[in-house]
């Protein structure tokens, strides 16, 4: 059987992430392929432990990242690889450089974050979403009533107003991770625009890759 | 002013968690400021990996992380705001029993140790050494069981507890037998007796906390 292929979307929160994923799968399905996805914070082992304590946890951060990568290493090793062995395309809803650039804005060491998340399967694409952060921000207050201060990075900003704090979480967010797509080749799609034209360039990028 | 970091390590039934908690007292009693601290005992982890183990989820790379995450949240929760307070920091198993469990389940050794790489190095750590033999002798004296993580189960799956035992822990006896003269490991022998390996124990924790300082 040929093997399947894996494609991470990546970015922060408001970044379009889920929404466009939704896009891709429903354009796969409807191309005929099998579609197994995964995201962050959902793993069997550590996804609802993750999302009940994360906001004890928000002062250590190597704890959290170590969490973080526990979750995607258990999903990797039994979703994504099943999945594609049976020759499935799983779709990432956040994967290692969502991680890495969380970790970056956090001030973690590149070389420590890069090595341990190096037992990665590498994906096949890899997207970038980006918007600016004014974008961003009424994203997420639209989508949740409001900016939930764990979501603004607590940790890293505490002395500025919430949005203040918000900016510019997504600002260092974004500039990592702009920084790691140039490293390691991500296609960055600015998602500030109307949502079928930036679907159309996913799709355009997805279509590359399929077999 | 910054505090001390003393490990404990060795193979299950060393009897280095008797040696640590004999320390810390003794400490205590002294009027040291002292902590300690146990493998896998994060608070909110602790029911996760449990489970895990029950069900045999875990492959070597999540175990290898989960209990990675566990030592980090001890190591940032305690470990290190006491060691900056300047406490003594009794560890009952520190980064080397990662580095000898995760090889021994077929992970790198230098991943393992790049992993871990946040963790201070202790001032010291104390070896307990004995054998898996003398160790599964001390298990059938207590007429204790056998756990099935003692037995390495999921390294063996196919041995009986006693063989699953001497195999699993002779490995990660091999393992700290390495790392020992590597990681400058104070090494105790494990079979003589209690009391005279906590009186050199304590020998040399006097070394590091007063005498240096004298």
């Known amino acids: 059987m040929e093997k399947g292929i894996l494609i991470a979307v990546e970015g922060v929160e408001g970044s379009g992430r889920s929404s466009h994923l939704q896009g891709i799968k429903k354009y796969l399905e409807g191309e005929g392929y099998g579609v197994t996805t995964i995201g962050l914070q959902s793993s069997q082992l550590l996804g609802t432990t993750l999302s009940t304590v994360k906001r004890d946890l928000v002062f250590q951060r190597i704890t959290l990242f170590l969490a973080y990568a526990t979750d995607l290493a258990d999903q990797i090793e039994y979703t994504v690889k099943e999945a594609l062995n049976s020759g499935f395309v799983v779709l990432a809803d956040g994967y290692v450089y969502t991680l890495m650039a969380w970790g970056l804005t956090r001030g973690l060491d590149r070389n420590w974050i890069s090595d341990v998340l190096s037992f990665a399967i590498k994906p096949d694409l890899a997207i970038s979403l980006v918007a600016p952060v004014s974008t961003i921000s009424r994203r997420v207050i639209m989508k949740n009533g409001k900016i939930d201060p764990l979501a603004s990075s607590i940790d890293l900003c505490i002395n500025k107003d919430l949005y203040t704090s918000f900016r510019n979480h997504v600002k260092t967010f974004q500039k990592y991770l702009l920084e790691i797509s140039k490293t390691y080749g991500l296609k960055v799609v600015k998602t500030d625009r109307n949502y079928e034209e930036v679907h159309k360039e996913i799709i355009k990028y997805v279509r590359e890759v399929l077999k | ?214």
């Open chain 2, 1 to 214: 002013m910054v505090g001390h970091i003393i490990a404990f390590e060795g193979i299950d039934g060393s009897g280095k968690s008797s040696q640590a908690k004999l320390l810390r007292d003794w400490l205590e009693a002294k009027g040291v400021p002292v902590y300690l601290t146990e493998w896998n005992s994060s608070e909110w982890l602790h029911e996760s990996i449990k489970e895990a183990k029950k069900k045999n989820l875990l492959t070597p790379l999540t175990y290898s992380l989960i209990h990675a995450t566990d030592f980090a949240d001890r190591y940032e929760k305690y470990i290190l705001p006491m060691y900056k307070a300047g406490f003594v920091v009794i560890s009952d198993r520190y980064i080397y029993t990662a580095y000898a469990r995760d090889s021994v389940r077929g992970l790198s050794i230098d991943w393992v140790a790049k992993l871990y790489s946040f963790a201070i190095k202790p001032d010291i750590v104390f070896f307990i050494r004995v054998t898996a033999e003398e160790a599964l002798r001390r298990l059938k004296e207590n007429r204790r069981k056998i756990k099935p993580n003692e037995a390495g189960a999921d390294v063996f799956p196919e041995l009986k507890p006693e063989e699953g035992f001497l195999k699993y822990q002779g490995a990660v006896l091999s393992v700290y037998d390495k790392l020992a003269p590597i990681e400058n490991f104070y090494v105790i022998d494990g079979q003589r007796d209690p009391k005279s390996i906590q009186i050199e124990i304590r020998e040399k924790v006097s070394e590091i906390l007063w005498k240096k300082e004298s």
